[in-house]
């Protein structure tokens, strides 16, 4: 992802802060509020323009409204899920991760990942920082891929808490054991495809590369 | 829904305890990652989630459901698939959306296809999370491959129903 010099802060208490802590301050909130960032804040006021045009200040009012609960939600669960990612990140032991799900595990290696997948708790911040991490700790492609698809189709908390109450057990077993194998052949799909894959990584710490 | 963030508390106090044992840093490096990745990943999830709310008001869930009935076969899988993406909302909007089509008569297959669709390209995880967090050249590599997979899930729900009855997806 390109976002680097554009946008520039209103920065006008440099002399405040520690002459070590600035630089390193400064660069992240340039790259918090970067032009993706502006990007997604074009994508909200879209989505809110259509919504206010296609059905009405009413429905424009109740989506408010269940917008402002569902940040509200949200906020303490990121906090959460990035002291869990920030934590696992640095006492994660990255060589023998690697030997079991890097690109030289085979098929085992895809089978554990989405094992993983099923078991991890937690919602999307959970699961998403924790796929950076394996990444970042040399996960290979192809179990990466089979990682996050699983734990979206199979993961078992989304199972327990909204699948079986809203759409019956049987329901939800049919499609988990319908489901079984895709995450596999997603992984073995990404394993194959001929593309260029290069992870974000917000601000590496230094002397902390894997 | 508060199960969820106890135990995500739970695992970050763990984590955060075992760090702190090891007084060598580790905990203070970890608290610095933390922020890091809040400070790049709390405007964008502030964003997409208010456009995620909207989106979801904006789709014709009823009018949908009359497309999905089981003597639609393949066709109701398709278009199943097709809905599943258009959801940007957590699994509370989704799976009400499902019990709705369970309830218009919506076919098993179709049903296993508009979740698994949701679940894999729910476009509000892709904005809030995956850009932020892996970055597009992730994104475009997953897309592509677990792009047929709803499709296939469905595809095997059709087959598994020729040899037996799949229970319905209704719910009282």
Known sequence: MAMATDMTMSTNEPTITEPKEQPWLRALLRRSFGRSFWGFVLFAIVSAAACYVIIGGQAFNEAVENDISMVLKTIPRIIAAMLVAGMIWVMLPRDRLTKMIGSESGMKGLVIAALAGIVTPGGPSAAFSLLAVLGGAGADRGAMVAYITSWSMLGFQRIIVWDVPMMGAEFSLTRFLVSLPLPIIAGMIARALPMRMVLADPIPIKGDKP | ?172
């Open chain 2, 1 to 172: 829904m508060s199960a969820g963030i106890v135990i995500l508390y739970g695992m970050a106090g763990t984590l955060m305890a075992l760090a702190l044992a090891r007084r060598d840093g580790t905990f203070q490096k970890g608290l610095r990652r933390a922020l890091e990745q809040f400070l790049i990943l709390a405007p964008r999830m502030f964003c997409a989630l208010i456009a995620a709310g909207f989106i979801a008001k904006l789709i014709p869930s009823e009018f949908i459901a009359r497309y999905l009935g089981s003597e639609a076969g393949m066709t109701a899988v398709l278009i199943a698939s097709a809905t599943g993406i258009a959801v940007p909302a957590g699994p509370a909007i989704a799976f009400s959306i499902g019990a709705v089509f369970a309830h218009a008569g919506a076919s098993v297959p179709a049903l296993i296809a508009f979740i698994t669709s949701w679940s894999i390209f729910a476009a509000h995880r892709i904005f809030i999370y995956e850009i932020p967090l892996l970055g597009l050249s992730f994104l475009r590599l997953r897309l592509v491959s677990v792009g047929a997979t709803p499709i296939l899930a469905g595809l095997i729900g059709i087959m598994v129903g020729w040899f037996f009855t799949l229970p319905l997806g209704a719910v009282p």
